[in-house]
């Protein structure tokens, strides 16, 4: 679904095998790691919205969870950390989309150093969004959430994912470039439902509400 409650996971799959395994045992643990990088590329891409509601703890790849959300929400008592250093273990799928998050210098730090994170110190460097109180607190700051999501037309929503990924990841020409088409298109889309809707002051089509979750 569109939101979740995740906890350790991902990066630390499959630690237990020998260290004398052989080059094609190697491979195994490469390809299934390689697999969760490939999840990731996936969430990190999809067109509609990411909303992530963290609770208890979120471990290793949970992290890597965290970083391809569109918006997360974390509970004030979570733990948050990359521990895969501390057994030997390298963070090798989450570590480009933790940089991508929160930038160099803490991304450097967080995962070649295994750090754990209060929830306050994730909002800080920009890994969450939001910080709720209690669980209820948490589950209200989503439903929030949800319905600003579900004023926005997912047609736009979709474009302006596009548009901001590749904004980080390509040129700037080439990216205003793709922009303007997005634009033009848009205006011969959603946005004529849109426009005619704020000007009869009412909602559009696609807007909706949900209650809770």
């Known amino acids: 679904g569109a939101n979740g409650t995740f906890c350790s996971g991902g990066d630390l799959k499959g630690m237990e095998g020998s260290q004398a395994a052989d080059s094609g045992a190697d491979e195994g643990r490469a390809a299934s790691n390689r697999r969760f990088g490939a999840l990731l590329e996936v969430i990190d ?11 208890g703890a979120a471990m290793g790849g949970a992290v890597g969870l965290v970083a391809v959300s569109d918006w997360a929400i974390a509970e004030k008592s979570v733990q948050i950390g990359t521990p895969e250093v501390t057994v030997g273990v390298i963070p090798a799928q989450i570590a ?29 460097i920009g890994l969450v969004h939001d910080v709720a109180d209690n669980h209820g607190d948490l589950m209200t700051t989503g439903v929030d959430a949800v319905n600003q999501v579900l004023r926005c037309s997912p047609q736009a929503v979709a474009e302006t ?7 980080v990841r390509e040129p700037l020409g080439p990216t205003l470039d793709a922009a303007s088409h997005m634009f033009a298109a848009a205006l011969a889309g959603d946005a004529r439902e849109g426009i005619r809707a704020f000007v009869e002051k009412r909602k559009p089509a696609w807007a909706a509400k ?3 979750l």
């Open 96 to 124: 480009p989309f933790v940089v991508a998050r929160i930038g160099y210098a803490q991304a450097r730090r967080l995962v070649t150093y295994g750090l754990r994170l209060d929830a306050e110190t994730a909002l800080r």
């Open 210 to 212: 949900v209650e809770g």
């Open 161 to 167: 994912k596009r548009l901001v990924r590749s904004s």
């Open 45 to 55: 891409a999809l067109p509609k919205a990411v909303i992530v509601l963290i609770e």
